[in-house]
């Protein structure tokens, strides 16, 4: 089994800052990309940030310059460090993962369970 867990959300001021963190764990054998998708009330799902197996990192516009995606491949772990947060980034973040599992030829998406950041004075 794999699964992803989110943790690191919290209440914060505009212009603050909140690091988030998603552990992937279980029968892994490759971890192709990683990333953070959020959602607002009212809103689709988006992609915020993603980081390959490569190292390669892409980012939404609206964060580009203050959120940073990183990776630790060896505790599988992938991090939002979000700086200069604005009260337009409130959502429910949630951890995204493409693995390949032990046992399975094919890779899969994985979803945390979401952890909820909300920016308010």
């Known amino acids: 089994q794999v699964q992803l867990v989110e943790s690191g959300g919290g209440l914060v001021q505009p212009g603050g800052s909140l690091r988030l963190s998603c552990a992937a764990s279980?029968?892994?054998?490759?971890?192709?990309?990683m990333g953070w998708y959020r959602q607002a009330p009212g809103n689709q799902r988006e992609l915020v940030a993603s980081?390959?197996?490569?190292?390669?990192?892409s980012y939404a516009d609206s964060v580009k310059g203050r959120f940073t995606i990183a990776r630790d491949n060896a505790k599988n772990t992938v991090y939002l460090q979000m700086s200069s947060l604005k009260p337009e980034d409130t959502a429910v973040y949630y951890c995204?993962?493409?693995?390949?599992?032990?046992?399975?030829?094919?890779?899969?998406?994985?979803w945390g369970q979401g952890t909820q950041v909300t920016v308010s004075s």
């Open positions: 980081i390959s197996s490569s190292d390669s990192t």
């Open positions: 995204h993962a493409l693995i390949r599992a032990l046992g399975v030829t094919a890779a899969n998406t994985y």
């Open positions: 279980g029968s892994i054998s490759r971890i192709y990309a």
